[in-house]
Nanobody, 121 residues
């Protein structure tokens, strides 16, 4: 059974870089038809899709955060990461990692529990 868990600091200063790691167990992030993704939910708002690293190693960040977003992976540790630069209080959110499963039509049926990240001075 695949499990995901987010790890990283809960407080980031404005203008600094938000760095998070998703620890994956029970499945390989190199599965080439899956998309290992980051999603966030700001307070009182809906989910916002951030981007992914695919099982083949390709990466993509969506237009809203593209200029500040970098997603990578460490296959030796079976982990993938998110870096978001030049953060502001508008980046305060619960951050989730999740798997887009090819076998389920890329549905995100496996999620981490989420981690609260607050951007504040």
């Amino acid at each position: 059974q695949v499990q995901l868990q987010e790890s990283g600091p809960g407080l980031v200063l404005p203008s600094q870089t938000l760095s998070l790691t998703c620890i994956v167990s029970g499945g390989s992030i190199t599965a080439n038809r899956d998309y290992w993704s980051w999603i966030r939910q700001p307070p009182g708002r809906g989910l916002e899709w951030i981007g992914y690293v695919s099982g083949s190693g390709s990466t993509y960040c969506g237009p809203p955060l593209k200029s500040r977003c970098s997603i990578d992976r460490d296959t030796s540790k079976n982990q993938f990461t998110l870096q978001l630069t030049s953060v502001t209080p508008e980046d305060t959110a619960v951050y989730f990692c999740a798997r887009g499963d090819y076998e389920l039509g890329y549905a995100y049926e496996k999620w981490g529990q989420g981690t609260q990240v607050t951007v504040s001075s």
